[in-house]
């Protein structure tokens, strides 16, 4: 950043200015207070703050101290200004209504900066768009930087938001600060992370990763923001420079596109901090079960957005004895101990989670932990100052009106949804009843077996089994999900998501499972985590689901968990080790499920799905593909072609 913005400041003058109007009034001096607020930061953070100052030119800038009272204020001043609404029927909840045009992740719009491209995507077969990340030149960025960055600030408030990913002071937790000119987004990242003065005093004179944010839209605004949320979506840009640890992100004021320390820093930029100094950063859940014996077990698992993270981190068994704890919901940073075991902590402190389908009949840990202290963005409202969304039919009084997420009133089949499908909450972690008792702890908790999955309405079984680490690291390379609204997707197409992080790596695809297969000789045999493939959407022909998910996924886990033990309740089969006929505990079960059709492997189906991957594979990673993935996949054709 400091290179850059020394040199957008000498630009500035000449650089062509957008989403601003042709000339903005001079900015006025920020005041005395916000001067000695600024006197009190430590030399490296001053210098990126007053650095911003001059290229952003705000009127205000505000030093965020993360205490009750300047959350208080921040969010009264938001319900003043018309950004966000309380909502009465619930303890400090608010509601927050965006621009439809500015609702979830904009992926075209990512991009990864380096030197070399090939250190951030492999290089396609001729002919061939990249799907695995956008990357942009040094150069270019600068040049977006001196059009969007200078005076955009003008007329609003600079924060400056200290946070630690991960536990404040933990070996395994890393800072950043955030500047932004959004009140939501300072609120939002005190919910997401640890926040405030503490940070800094830990920080002290240390290196951070640097992250600006701005909404794009210097006052007096050129058109009225519609919902009183400025963005600028023709001009967003969300920029990462893993050499410099930097974050720049313009023109969105939602979710992973401006809370910075989420999908930017926690994966991005922190992929690629994991992959210097030998860790993993990924996009997965972290839960603790317990068996009804008592033994106690850690599992992580990655599901592309939208596919059922938040619901399987806070499951309620099914299965009479099993206990379930959450650490977290979205994002584990997993690093080999000196015993060769797998660590992993949770680097956020608050649940931004899908809104839709979330209910006391699929998720009621859920329901319990975000009546309080919640920030909600784009659902609905009913006329008591409650919330409401789709699959909450059940538990509404439908005698109150409702305004769906545009703020119109809506009624039953009036077609549209009432809440947007990326509609989502904004919770503490610590409010969450199931929050397990080692969520924060430095060193992180154990992980005993990780599970890959996606959205696949056809030909994959429930669960199965990796044959061992390297044919565990081809299932994630494998993955493919159905398309959800977390990202800007058209229609449902079933997409190539390795990892879950297609949308999240902050380097090359191929380097990435080099990096992934390598981890095997951190690990001792012992204790290295076995690695399964969930599928919990397989439908009917009949168009319902097959599997009724949610807590009876406990099953799986069950199964999981007697596998890690060595129990020998499996059997090999073309694509992994499935369960043996009757293995997988059903006592209980309320519906019948057509087990068969569940797990059947359809030869014709499995043909096209090794050319698919192949396809992709080859098209998309070439060259770097790692000679162990390619051996994978023709052992898996082979294998399919005897079904
Ligand atoms: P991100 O926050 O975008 O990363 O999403 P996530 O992976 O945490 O997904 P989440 O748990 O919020 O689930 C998204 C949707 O999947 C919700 O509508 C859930 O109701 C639905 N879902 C979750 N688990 C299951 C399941 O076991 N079966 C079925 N049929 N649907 C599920
Ligand atoms: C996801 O899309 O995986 C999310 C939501 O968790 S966001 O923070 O917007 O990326
Ligand atoms: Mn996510």
Request: glycine content about 8%; some cysteine.
């Amino acid at each position: 950043m400091v290179h850059l913005l020394r040199l957008v400041g000498a630009r500035a003058l000449c650089a062509r200015r957008v989403g601003s109007p042709l000339l903005p009034p001079p900015t006025r001096a920020i005041s005395q207070q916000a001067q000695r607020q600024m006197d009190t930061l430590r030399p490296k953070v001053r210098e990126f703050v007053e650095r911003t100052v001059r290229m952003c030119q705000p009127a205000e800038v505000h030093v965020c101290d993360g205490s009750e009272a300047e959350n208080a204020n921040l969010l009264n001043q938001m319900a003043e200004s018309g950004v966000l609404e309380p909502l009465t029927k619930y303890d400090n909840c608010w509601l927050a209504r965006t621009d439809p045009a500015d609702v979830a992740r904009v992926e075209s719009k990512t991009f990864i900066v380096t030197e070399e491209k090939r250190e951030t995507v492999p290089i396609p077969r001729k002919g061939r768009k990249g799907m695995l990340g956008n990357w942009m030149s040094p150069k270019a960025l600068e040049h977006a930087v001196a059009e969007r960055f200078p005076g955009c600030m003008r007329g609003r408030t600079l924060y400056v938001v200290p946070f630690s990913m991960g536990p404040v002071g933990s070996p395994l937790s890393k800072i950043g600060i955030e500047l932004t000119d959004s009140p939501y987004v300072a609120a939002s990242m005190r919910i997401m992370t640890r926040m405030g003065s503490k940070v800094l005093e830990t920080l002290g004179d240390d290196d951070f990763v640097k992250c600006l944010h701005s909404v794009g839209r210097p006052v007096p605004v050129s058109k009225k923001p519609i919902n009183n949320w400025p963005c600028n979506p023709e001009n967003t840009i969300i920029a990462h420079v893993p050499s410099k640890n930097e974050i720049i992100s313009f023109g969105s004021g939602y979710g992973g596109n401006s809370l910075l320390g989420k999908k930017c820093f926690a994966l991005r930029i922190g992929s690629t901090i994991a992959r210097r100094e030998g860790w993993l950063a990924e996009h997965m859940l972290i839960l603790g079960i317990t068996n009804p014996a008592g033994h106690k077990r850690y599992i992580a698992a990655a599901f592309p957005s939208a596919c059922g993270k938040t619901n399987l981190a806070m499951l309620q068994p099914s299965l009479p004895g099993y206990k379930v704890e959450c650490v977290g919901d979205d994002i584990a940073w997993m690093k080999f101990d000196d015993k060769g075991v797998l660590r992993a902590i949770n680097p956020e402190n608050g649940f931004f989670g899908v809104a839709p389908g979330t209910s006391s009949a699929t998720n009621p840990i859920a329901m319990k932990t975000i009546f309080s202290n919640t920030l909600f963005t784009n659902v609905a409202k009913t006329s008591d100052g409650g919330v409401y969304w789709e699959g909450l039919e059940k538990e509404v009084d439908t005698s109150v009106g409702i305004v769906d997420w545009h703020g119109d009133p809506w009624t039953t089949g009036s077609g549209a949804p009432s809440a947007h499908p990326n509609s989502r909450f904004c919770a503490p972690a610590a409010q969450c009843p199931i929050i397990d008792p080692q969520w924060e702890s430095p060193e992180g908790v154990p992980i005993s077996a990780i599970l890959f999955g996606g959205r696949r309405p056809l030909g994959v079984p429930l669960v199965y089994e990796a044959f061992n680490w390297q044919h565990g690291v081809f299932l994630g390379a494998a993955m493919r999900s159905e398309s959800t609204a977390a990202a800007e997707h058209k229609g449902k197409v079933i997409m190539h998501d390795p990892f879950a992080m297609r949308p999240f790596f902050g380097y090359n695809f191929g380097h990435y499972l080099a990096h992934w297969l390598s981890m095997e000789q951190r690990g001792t045999p012992a204790t290295m985590p076995k690695i399964f493939h969930v599928n919990w959407f397989r439908k009917a022909a009949t168009g319902g689901f097959l599997w009724p998910g949610f807590g009876e996924n406990t099953r799986v886990l069950d199964w999981v968990l007697r596998r890690v033990d060595g129990e020998d309740c499996a059997q090999e089969s073309a694509i992994g080790l499935v369960p043996k006929p009757g293995s997988l505990n059903l006592e209980g079960l309320k519906e019948a499920v057509d087990m068969q059709e569940l797990f059947s492997i359809p030869k014709e189906f499995w043909q096209q799905e090794v050319s698919a991957v192949a396809q992709y594979l080859d098209e998309q990673v070439g060259e770097d593909l790692p000679y162990p993935i390619v051996e994978e996949l023709e052992h898996l054709r082979q294998r399919v072609e005897k079904l």
